[in-house]
């Protein structure tokens, strides 16, 4: 066993985020196993390896991924992430929830669940005191 199979599917969701943070695409694919998938539970996209790290690769723009949070259970992991405009010219902002699955030191399936920044609605803010 090399040290890329001992990484928790947290510590590897750690380095995922900071290689879509840096544009680091070969890095991503390194991550990511043969047999990978990934789904979005919004739109029902689904992509294999090479598909998901061209979506990243090809997404228009330049992006900041910034890891807010992640929780580590051994071969499963979850990861909170900010997503915003890594040039200024828009305050365009998400946020995504990672969930993700490891085996052998390689993610091999995510969900990502993708929300975008809103304002609350007037019916549903607090009456101030």
Known sequence: MNAIEQNTAGELLVRFATHIDDANWDGLADLL????????????EEFDKQGFVALN????????FEREDVVDAGDRAVLRARVSDATGTSDETHFVATFATARAGQLTEIV????????????????PS
């Open 33 to 44: 196993a043969d047999d990978f998938r990934a789904r979005y539970s919004t739109t029902g």
């Open 57 to 64: 690769r090809d997404y228009p723009g330049r992006w900041r």
């Open 112 to 127: 990502e669940v993708w929300a975008e920044v809103a304002q609350v609605p007037l019916d549903r803010r607090p009456t």
